[in-house]
C-alpha cells in the first residue's frame, strides 16, 4: 500500500467506482453519501483531509470502503448522533438531509478519522453459511463425524454453519432456536436437510482474525456493513449471540502455511473438510499457489479410512459458486451458485461428480 500525495483525479476516480459498486448492489445511501464526498474532494473539503493521504492506493485497499466503514464505526458507537439518525442500522431514516449531514460529520471527527483509515476492511457474511451447508451436509452422508478447517475465517462466524436454523418448505436444519435463522434461501431445489451432520473440530486461521467475543470486534464486523443493509446487520448479530455459546479458534495465520502443517497428518475415523469463502481473491499469485498445493498434497494423503475434502464458495463471474471435491478419488462437482452474500442459492439437484486430475 502507498500513502502517497492528495490527487484529486486518481481519488475522484476511486470514488466514482466505488459508487458504481455500492449503487449496483444496493445502497441507496451510499451511493448518495458518496456523490457528496467527490464534489467535497472536488472543493478541497474535509473529505481531502481524510482521503487524501491515501489517493494512490490501489482500488483493491478499498480506501473508500475503509472510510465510509470508520464513518459508519463512530456512528455506531454514538459519537454522530446526527448522522444516526440518517441511517437505518442506526434507527434512523435518509431524507434530503443525508448529503450534508454527513459532510458535517466528516469535518467534525476528520482527525478521529484519520487513524482509523489505517485499519483494512474486514467482513464476515454469515448468510455464506447457508451457500456451503448443502457441501457440509453431502459429506456428512458419508457418515463420518467433520473436522472443519476455515482458511481467512475472519472472526469465525462461519465455522458455526450447523448451528443456525435453516428452513425450506416443510424440512429443516439446526437448533429451533437458533438466533439465526434462513428461510427458505434455496428459491428452486433445496439440497436434502436430512444428513446426520456432527462436526468434531471448528477452527480458522485468517491474516486479521477478529474475535467476536469483544466489543470492539463486534462493533468492527458491524461498521462494514453498509448503513441500510439492516438485513444483513440483523444476520450478523444473531450469529454473533450464536458465537457467544459456541466456541470457534481463529488463528492468526497465512492461510497456505496453516493448511499444509494442519494438514500434514490424514485424521483416521473423521473427515477433513478445507472450507472457505470469499477469500481466494485476496491471496497473492504466489499464496494462491501454495494454497492450492497443500490442499492437492492433503488429498493425495487421503485414504477411506481418513478422507478429505475441499469445499469452496469463490467468484464464478457475476455470482458465486460452490464447490466440492472429496478424495480419495478427487472428485470434483458444481454444487450450487449463490449471491456473493449467499441467498438465493440455486442448488444443483442432479450435479454428478467428474473425477479432476489435480485441483484447480
Ligand atoms: C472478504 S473476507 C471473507 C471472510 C469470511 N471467509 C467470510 O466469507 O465472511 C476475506 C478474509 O480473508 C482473510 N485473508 C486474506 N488473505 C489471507 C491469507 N493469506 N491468509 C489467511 N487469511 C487471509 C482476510 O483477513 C479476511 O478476513
Do not use: K
Request: negative net charge; hydrophobic residues 45%; charged residues 20%.
Amino acid at each position: 500500500m502507498t500513502i502517497g500525495v492528495p490527487r484529486s483525479e486518481g481519488l475522484l476516480e476511486t470514488i466514482e467506482l466505488q459508487r458504481m459498486g455500492c449503487a449496483l448492489n444496493g445502497s441507496t445511501v451510499y451511493d448518495e453519501v458518496l456523490m457528496a464526498v467527490a464534489a467535497d474532494v472536488r472543493a478541497g473539503g474535509a473529505c481531502v483531509q481524510v482521503l487524501g493521504p491515501w489517493a494512490d492506493a490501489p482500488f483493491a485497499d478499498a480506501i473508500v470502503l475503509r472510510f465510509l466503514g470508520a464513518v459508519h464505526h463512530l456512528v455506531l458507537e454514538g459519537r454522530l448522533p446526527a448522522l444516526a439518525g440518517q441511517f437505518p442500522s442506526a434507527g434512523g431514516q435518509p431524507d434530503r438531509r443525508l448529503r450534508a449531514t454527513f459532510l458535517a460529520a466528516v469535518r467534525e471527527q476528520a482527525d478521529v478519522l484519520v487513524p482509523l483509515m489505517a485499519e483494512g476492511v474486514q467482513t464476515n457474511e454469515v448468510g455464506r453459511s447457508a451457500s456451503l451447508l448443502g457441501g457440509f451436509l453431502e459429506l456428512a452422508r458419508l457418515g463420518l463425524p467433520l473436522r472443519v478447517l476455515e482458511p481467512g475465517a475472519s472472526a469465525g462466524l462461519n465455522l458455526r454453519f450447523d448451528h443456525y436454523r435453516y428452513d425450506a418448505g416443510g424440512a429443516s436444519f439446526g437448533p429451533a432456536d437458533s438466533p439465526l435463522r434462513f428461510v427458505d434461501p434455496w428459491p428452486g431445489s433445496a439440497p436434502p436437510l436430512d444428513a446426520p451432520l456432527e462436526v468434531c473440530e471448528r477452527v480458522g486461521c485468517d491474516l486479521e482474525p477478529i474475535d467476536p467475543a469483544t466489543p470492539a470486534g463486534r462493533l468492527r464486523l458491524r461498521s462494514y456493513v453498509w448503513p441500510d443493509q439492516v438485513e444483513r446487520l440483523a444476520r450478523l448479530d444473531a450469529a454473533l449471540e450464536v458465537a457467544a455459546a459456541v466456541p470457534a479458534r481463529v488463528e492468526r495465520a497465512d492461510a497456505a502455511a496453516w493448511l499444509a502443517e494442519r494438514t500434514a497428518v490424514p485424521v483416521p475415523g473423521v473427515l477433513t473438510v478445507v472450507a472457505h469463502s470469499i477469500m481466494f481473491q485476496y491471496l497473492t499469485p504466489a499464496a494462491r499457489q501454495a494454497m492450492l498445493a497443500a490442499i492437492d498434497a492433503a488429498g493425495r494423503r487421503a485414504t477411506p479410512d481418513a478422507p478429505f475434502a475441499w469445499l469452496r464458495m469463490e467468484p464464478g463471474g457475476e455470482r458465486a459458486e460452490i464447490r466440492l471435491t472429496t478424495w480419495p478419488g478427487a472428485a470434483s462437482r458444481l454444487l450450487a451458485t449463490s449471491s456473493f452474500h449467499g441467498p438465493p442459492i440455486h442448488w444443483r439437484p442432479t450435479a454428478t461428480a467428474t473425477p479432476a486430475s489435480n485441483v484447480e
